[in-house]
């Protein structure tokens, strides 16, 4: 969820797709990739918006998540959400989500696609601060299952407040930086403290393209994490 409060229109359709190819480095280095990540946002009436991510794939090196038969990446996880436009001003646009990652990859319980189901409540905000300049804030609730320091299958839950600061230029938009922190990432976990730094570019009145560089401020110890992402908007 990227945490904005906008809400497609009733009756018009947006599809998102994506790369993001994220670095562990610590006792080794590893690699996890996540494609193509799609998304379907479509408008329904009330000021509500229905979303549905087919199932992305992952591929994972030294070791591999998973495999397929087509590509040698399996599906990894399908999520879904209804988000509801609480006001749209022009001095406050909010929203609340709902959404759902159902459990999927293989083999089960030795990746996060196969912890199980995750829940969660967000609350988003955004308020300009000029005509270039704009604060948005995201606050995530959610329930989420992984494996404990005894190696058994638990749920746990998490706190996941997001900060932004969004400036505007001619032709595209920058969001610079973002924050976000995790209490926490996995039973009994520590927390996970992250910031990013993206840029949108139009191409068009119909397709956005952007790129994000995310990085784990306050590592835990052996467990440094770096990312970056590429992705595309389109409005048929």
């Not at 906008?6 to 996540?34: D, F, H, I, K, W």
């Not at 479509?42 to 591929?59: D, F, K, V």
């Not at 969004?166 to 910031?195: C, E, F, I, M, Q």
Request: net charge positive; aromatic share 6%.
């Amino acid at each position: 969820m990227d945490g904005s409060p906008c809400v497609v229109p009733a009756g018009s359709v947006v599809l998102e797709a994506g790369y993001r190819n994220q670095v562990t480095t610590g006792g080794g280095t590893s690699t996890l990739s996540t494609y193509p990540s799609p998304a379907i946002r479509y408008g329904i009436i009330g000021g509500n918006e229905s979303c549905s991510h087919p199932a992305s794939s992952t591929r994972a090196e030294p070791a591999p998540i998973s495999a397929n038969v087509r590509s040698g990446v399996r599906n990894a996880r399908r999520r879904d959400w209804i988000q509801h436009s609480v006001r749209d001003r022009p001095w406050l646009q909010d929203a609340l989500e709902v959404f759902v990652t159902c459990r999927r990859g293989i083999p089960a319980g030795r990746s996060f696609t196969g912890r199980g189901s995750t829940y969660m409540l967000g609350y988003s905000a955004s308020v300009p601060v000029n005509g270039r300049v704009g604060l948005t804030t995201t606050q995530n609730f959610s329930s989420g299952a992984g494996i404990n320091g005894r190696g058994a299958m638990a749920r746990y839950f998490s706190y996941q407040p997001v900060a932004r600061r969004l400036v505007r230029g001619r032709k595209h938009d920058h969001a610079a930086p973002s924050g976000a922190t995790h209490a926490s990432d996995a039973p009994g976990g520590p927390t996970g403290n992250r910031a990013l730094f993206g840029i949108q570019q139009s191409a068009g009145t119909r397709i956005v393209l952007d790129v994000e560089f995310e990085q784990n401020l306050l590592p835990a110890p052996g467990f440094n994490q770096h990312a970056l992402g590429v992705g595309l908007t389109l409005r048929p």
